[in-house]
């Protein structure tokens, strides 16, 4: 298993403003995610944080709103960058160790409040 | 049409009832099948994985998919207060577990 921890737990940011939100797993990890969970709704997969490239995002989502580095195999970032009432949701980081691709384990999450 | 509903609920019910979690889908690509479950403030937790179609049990949890009507469902046995929590169904089309579509969840509540 893996132990991810997410910081800010909880945010409450202005419009305008960019918030950065970190992930840190207590080990090497071949695949990092982020996810959005919105009130009421079910998690989207935002984009899959690539070691030392590039990230890799879905449809919808785009690198310039939601910047994400993975400087190394433990730790992420994603920014949410001018941010507007409907970015409130949850963040979600989640990781795939090697050899269990058929599990993601996720962090807490990081609850953001957009006013 | 989303690609992948779930049965919304709330769900209520006493404890030592049998839980019927129910998932319906449309991409027939899908192969691999969760149960997730996640508790308030918390991140969700794999609770069940099935590849293709058939049951898997695991104590008291037992999943079941029928690729045929695409349709999945999780039952919980004798369930206890515990058990309360949002169960999210997951599927992914490759290996990996990472890139799945989520249900949007159902809301189970075990009254002692």
């Known amino acids: 298993s893996a132990v991810i921890s997410q910081k800010p737990s909880r945010d409450i940011c202005q419009r305008g403003t960019s918030l950065t939100i970190q992930c840190q797993v207590d080990?090497?990890?071949?695949?990092m995610f982020w996810y959005r969970q919105q009130p009421g709704q079910s998690l989207t997969l935002i984009a899959t944080?690539?070691?030392?490239?590039?990230?890799?995002?879905e449809s919808g989502f785009v690198i310039d709103k939601f910047p994400i580095s993975r400087p190394n195999l433990t730790f992420s970032t994603l920014t949410v960058s001018n941010m507007s009432p409907e970015d409130s949701s949850i963040y979600l980081c989640?990781?795939?160790?090697?050899?269990?691709?058929?599990?993601?384990?996720f962090g807490p999450g990081t609850r953001l409040l957009v006013l | 049409q989303k690609e992948v509903e779930q049965d919304p609920g709330p769900l209520s019910v006493p404890e030592g009832a049998i839980v019927s979690l129910n998932c319906t889908y449309s991409?027939?690509?899908?192969?691999?099948f969760m149960w997730y479950r996640q508790y308030s403030r918390k991140g969700p937790e794999l609770l069940m994985y099935?590849?293709?179609?058939g049951n898997k049990e695991d104590g008291r949890f037992t999943a079941q998919v029928d690729k045929s009507s695409k349709y999945i469902s999780l039952f919980i046995r004798d369930s206890q207060p515990s058990d309360s929590a949002t169960y999210l169904c997951?599927?992914?089309?490759?290996?990996?577990?990472?890139?799945?579509?989520f249900g949007d969840g159902t809301t189970l509540t075990v009254k002692p």
């Open positions: 989640s990781v795939e160790l090697s050899g269990e691709q058929e599990t993601q384990y």
């Open positions: 997951a599927m992914s089309a490759g290996t990996n577990a990472g890139k799945s579509t």
């Open positions: 099935t590849y293709s179609s």
């Open positions: 991409n027939s690509a899908f192969q691999y």
């Open positions: 080990s090497q990890v071949t695949m």
């Open positions: 944080a690539n070691q030392g490239s590039e990230a890799t995002y």
